[in-house]
């Protein structure tokens, strides 16, 4: 079923509003993983690396196409759980072990942006 041009744009907009959710929430956790390594902690190096390419991958993704009003949706929906799910682990994130621990979660969350994205283009 076609869609008007204005729910696609509006689609559009809440599409991308997710993906700089999901660069906002690496930008925080870098940061604060910065400052972690910055206070002594030298495993902190790999983890640092590792958020700021799942950071470069979700900037990356651009949405470029047109899709049916149901897919946007569903794209829309798996993007909008995936920050939920980043944002539940990035509050978890305060320590080095907490970052060393917890890492994997938060780019396997990311990750799902990455891949709905991709999915969209």
Do not use: C, W
Request: net charge negative.
């Amino acid at each position: 079923m076609p869609t008007n041009g204005a729910t696609i744009a509006a689609q559009k907009s809440d599409i991308d509003a997710q993906k700089s959710e999901a660069v906002h929430i690496l930008d925080l956790k870098i940061g604060e993983a910065i400052g972690l390594k910055n206070q002594g902690d030298a495993r902190m190096s790999d983890v640092i690396h590792e958020l700021m390419d799942e950071r470069t991958d979700v900037y990356l993704q651009a949405y470029a196409g047109s899709l049916e009003s149901a897919d946007m949706a569903q794209a829309l929906a798996a993007m909008k759980a995936a920050t939920t799910q980043m944002n539940a682990v990035a509050q978890y994130l305060k320590t080095a072990a907490d970052f060393i621990g917890k890492t994997a979660d938060l780019l396997s969350a990311s990750g799902k942006i990455v891949t709905t994205l991709r999915g969209i283009i």
